[in-house]
């Protein structure tokens, strides 16, 4: 797919069955199999041993033909404008692929994490982590400097780990400083572009080594299966982590891996309106009484919004959180008012889900550790979809009073 180089382009066509499938498939089949037989003993003994003219599939918990395609396409999305080749891997979930990730690439190591991460990746790394080799050092990432002070501090950082729109606060990490700073010190910069997608952002481009997925958001777009992703430039870095995946066993079914191929066709359509309407709302929020403030990159009041215009393309996607002036009460009132929204964790989906990070997807934080990443009781989270904007503004309304 090097001749094309547009996502919309890409979103359709990468991954598509090849010329030479016998059956001549328009759309890539499932291969809804545990196992792959061999026409010979020396087929498979060259499959065994990753030699030429071997097998090219042996067990699904190794490689599927269906995932393959789902890698391609991803590979393309993220690749856009990278001069290496970039491979990228499915996992069963978007922490298989970050826990995979860590372990393979800073094992022994130290990672340098965001302060304001997914509840599950902050747990993974404060209580897991440490027990399987890695210690971590959690700072403030939209601080290059205080990037710097940590990574001076310790010499045995291997990887700086960021969310970049962080979740749930919008925050931004300025992947160019910190790509520096990490390759300095020898180290990693790898970035979860879960909330962006490669539509709107490419850390790749921005000097990233490593770009992490919950493909379950927005490259599915509708909620109906579970699944992650990483993606990397370096040969022996990708083999290193499919190796872990093989041995954790952490890869996406083909069932998963097919809902998330096709979710991705339409992609860029998706992430377009995403990204109109949450602008829309955004602004509207904005000048609300109820609203004490807005966290949305596209606003000119984001304390980052110039490196949001020069880190993010055509748009600045569809989350949006926003602080209310009665606290968690007045969240409350909200979430429970709301009809078309829907009351749910997870996001990126074609309908708008609301939540309430310091009781949902992040409580598992101590409650110190939140307010001092920003996760206040009245921050409310908001995945805007792709629904008419008016009647989205409407049913805010109904719950936050007129405004």
């Known amino acids: 797919m090097t001749e094309y180089i547009s996502p919309e382009t890409l979103a359709v066509h990468a991954g598509r069955p090849p010329r030479d499938d016998p059956y001549h498939a328009h759309v890539a089949p499932i291969y809804q199999t545990s196992t792959f037989s061999f026409e010979s003993v020396e087929s498979g003994a060259r499959a065994f041993a990753r030699e030429e003219g071997g097998a090219s599939h042996i067990y699904s918990r190794l490689n599927n033909p269906t995932g393959q395609a789902l890698e391609s396409a991803i590979a393309a999305l993220e690749g856009r404008g990278v001069e290496a080749e970039v491979m990228a891997l499915s996992f069963g979930s978007g922490m298989a692929a970050i826990s995979t990730v860590m372990l393979a690439a800073a094992g022994g190591g130290r990672i340098v994490a965001q302060d304001a991460l997914y509840g599950c990746t902050h747990d993974?790394?404060?209580?897991?982590?440490?027990?399987?080799?890695?210690?971590?050092?959690?700072?403030?990432?939209?601080?290059?400097?205080?990037?710097?002070?940590?990574?001076?501090?310790?010499?045995?950082?291997?990887?700086?780990?960021?969310?970049?729109?962080?979740?749930?606060?919008?925050?931004?990490?300025?992947?160019?400083?910190?790509?520096?700073?990490?390759?300095?010190?020898?180290?990693?910069?790898?970035?979860?572009?879960?909330?962006?997608?490669?539509?709107?952002?490419?850390?790749?481009?921005?000097?990233?080594?490593?770009?992490?997925?919950?493909?379950?958001?927005?490259?599915?777009?509708?909620?109906?299966?579970?699944?992650?992703?990483?993606?990397?430039?370096d040969p022996e870095l990708m083999d290193r982590i499919r190796t872990f995946r093989k041995n954790l066993g952490g890869i996406a079914g083909p069932f998963d891996c097919w809902l998330m191929l096709n979710g991705i066709r339409t992609l860029a359509l998706r992430m377009e309106r995403h990204a109109a309407n949450a602008a829309r709302i955004a602004s509207w929020l904005d000048k609300h009484p109820a609203v004490l403030r807005v966290h949305y990159p596209g606003l000119a009041s984001h304390p980052q919004h110039t490196l949001a215009r020069r880190q993010m393309e055509r748009g600045y996607g569809g989350m949006i959180s926003f602080e209310l002036e009665g606290g968690y009460d007045a969240g409350v009132r909200l979430m429970e008012s709301v009809e078309l929204c829907s009351l749910a964790v997870s996001l990126g989906t074609v309908d708008t889900l609301i939540q309430h990070p310091a009781s949902m997807t992040h409580a598992c934080i101590p409650e110190e550790q939140r307010r001092a990443a920003g996760i206040s009781e009245g921050l409310v989270r908001l995945s805007v979809g792709i629904e008419h904007v008016d009647e989205l503004i409407a049913d805010l309304r109904r719950g936050l009073g007129h405004g």
């Open 124 to 233: 993974f790394l404060r209580d897991q982590a440490p027990g399987l080799g890695i210690q971590v050092t959690f700072v403030d990432t939209t601080s290059t400097e205080a990037v710097a002070e940590a990574i001076d501090t310790h010499d045995d950082v291997r990887m700086v780990f960021v969310e970049t729109p962080a979740n749930p606060t919008m925050r931004l990490c300025d992947l160019e400083a910190i790509s520096g700073l990490a390759h300095q010190a020898g180290a990693l910069l790898c970035a979860d572009n879960t909330f962006a997608t490669p539509y709107h952002q490419r850390p790749l481009v921005h000097g990233a080594d490593l770009v992490v997925h919950s493909t379950t958001k927005y490259l599915n777009g509708h909620g109906t299966g579970v699944g992650g992703a990483a993606v990397g430039r």
